[in-house]
């Protein structure tokens, strides 16, 4: 392969329409290592950004992303294009707030009917 190929250029749409990016990564880079690097580049003024890589789903080509993957795995053959940028959809997940129900919750009075 040559030093063109181990690239590829890469821009991160938000899902407000904005973008990080364009950056190039070489192919063995992890998708892990892509959400790092959006996680420091994530713009300042925009709220509920990411803490952790498993706050982001990375979306491409209609597919969400595998940490362990590479971005050579995830490539599609439209990738191959020389001088196209490859954008990838960045969803990111609210943190799980966990529910705590009181102890009376579970003690309430459920009525089951079953017909024989």
Same mark, same amino acid.
């Not at 990564?25 to 892509?34: C, D, E, G, N, R």
């Not at 959006?38 to 597919?63: C, F, H, M």
């Not at 990838?88 to 009181?102: C, D, G, L, N, R």
């Given at each position: ?9 890469i821009?991160?749409?938000l899902?407000d329409?904005s /973008? ?10 992890? =998708? #892990?290592?892509? @959400?790092? /690097?959006?996680i #420091?580049?994530?713009p +300042?003024e @925009?709220?509920? %950004? $990411? *803490?952790? =890589? @498993?706050d982001? *789903?990375?979306i491409? #080509?209609?597919?969400?992303? /595998?940490?362990?993957?590479? =971005?050579?795995e995830?490539?599609? $053959?439209l990738y191959?294009?020389p %001088?196209?940028?490859?954008t990838?959809?960045v =969803?990111?997940? $609210?943190?799980?707030t966990?529910?705590? *129900?009181? $102890?009376? /919750?579970? +003690?309430?009075? +459920?009525?089951v009917?079953i017909?024989?």
């Amino acid at each position: 392969m040559s030093g063109a190929q181990d690239q590829m250029e890469i821009k991160f749409r938000l899902i407000d329409g904005s /973008d990080i990016g364009p950056k190039n990564f070489p192919v063995a880079t992890s =998708v #892990a290592t892509l @959400k790092e /690097d959006i996680i #420091a580049q994530w713009p +300042k003024e @925009k709220e509920n %950004g $990411p *803490k952790t =890589v @498993k706050d982001i *789903k990375l979306i491409s #080509a209609g597919r969400i992303l /595998d940490n362990n993957r590479t =971005v050579e795995e995830c490539r599609s $053959p439209l990738y191959d294009i020389p %001088g196209v940028v490859t954008t990838m959809h960045v =969803v990111v997940q $609210p943190p799980a707030t966990e529910v705590k *129900k009181s $102890p009376s /919750d579970s +003690k309430q009075n +459920k009525c089951v009917c079953i017909i024989l």
